[in-house]
């Protein structure tokens, strides 16, 4: 049975997911040549909306593409997608491609062409348990802080974790961890709070972005932003992964080894409990009308 058809927006018409229709000669298409944001929605309220289109807006100055909407204009476009949906919680996807110019070309066509605009919403399911992840090499691009649509070494990298049947890739360059194919990373040594610092080298994730300042503001425990050894990460209390569909999620399991020790071990430890916790409870507040 073919799936319900969904609300698309595309290109300033709105039609359904079985009768949308992309040109082939879209940039997107040919060269990943575009930018994309996940946008969460818990209970019919869009979460981080302000963070998401910030960083939306750096992805596309960064790939010299001039926005296509103003913010009235996108968040008219997020109502109509959420009230298009019965799910309770749902994530709006958006992309935003550097058009359909008349021929294939690697050089970028001018400003004439305006950009491929395309958004849908989809359900966001409940997680089922922590994340047994694999570590592998990180062999990506030297601009990870790009949100571009061009994510084929993250797909070949969850792929290869499904059919070991995990859930992750945790992607490594030189011995250092950078962050999962989809996810950012953390763990919990000695009572610190380690992640990956931003730059180049990973995304700005959001709910790691959230997370950190709740965990300032509340003074809930060290931080240190920086890279932590995959020697290193081995040995952790706790890990676990975060972002906007994900919220914060245990992970129990890397390469085949439990995570952490005693009672604890392949199960989601204290801190991440506590700080998941903290997080729900500022999910709850900015969802407040
Ligand atoms: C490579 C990568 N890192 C981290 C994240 C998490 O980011 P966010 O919290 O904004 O969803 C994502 C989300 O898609 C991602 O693709």
Redesign the pocket.
């Known amino acids: 049975m073919s799936p319900t058809p969904q609300a698309v927006y595309l290109n300033g018409e709105w039609c359904t997911s079985d009768s949308a229709c992309v040109s082939v000669f879209d940039r997107g298409y040919l060269f990943g040549d575009g930018v994309y ?2 946008i ?1 929605a818990f209970a019919g309220r869009l979460f ?1 909306l302000d ?2 289109m910030a ?1 939306l807006s750096r992805s596309l100055e960064a790939l010299g593409i001039v926005p296509p909407l103003k913010h009235d204009d996108w968040l008219a476009i997020f109502e109509r997608l959420l009230a298009s949906t019965d799910a309770p919680d749902a994530a709006i996807y958006l992309q935003v491609t550097r058009g359909a110019p008349a021929k294939r070309d690697h050089a970028w066509p001018d400003a004439s062409v305006r950009p491929g605009v395309m958004a849908t919403v989809s359900p966001i399911g409940a997680i089922d348990g922590g994340a047994r992840v694999i570590t592998l090499p990180d062999e990506r691009w030297g601009r ?1 802080d790009i ?1 571009s649509i061009n ?1 084929l070494p ?1 797909t070949m990298a969850r792929q290869q974790a499904v059919e070991q049947g995990c859930d992750e890739a945790v ?1 490594v360059r030189d011995g250092l961890v950078m ?6 990373l953390f763990a919990v040594v000695g009572g610190r709070l380690l992640t990956a610092p931003n730059g180049p080298r ?9 997370l950190l300042d709740l965990v300032r503001r509340k003074r809930l425990m060290e931080l240190d932003e920086s890279f932590i050894s995959i020697g290193a990460l081995r040995e952790a209390d706790e890990v676990f992964l ?5 919220d914060i999620w245990p992970v129990v399991e890397i390469d085949g080894e439990p995570v952490g020790a005693g009672e604890h071990a392949g199960r989601a430890g204290p801190i991440t409990r506590l700080l998941d916790r903290h997080f729900q409870a500022l999910k709850t507040r900015r969802s407040d009308p």
Do not use: M
């Not at 962050?179 to 950012?184: I, P, S, Y």
């Open positions: 944001e996940v969460p981080g963070e998401h960083r990870c949100k994510l993250n992607l962050e999962g194919a989809a996810t950012n990973i995304l700005p994730g959001i709910t790691r972005g959230l975060t972002s906007s569909t994900k």
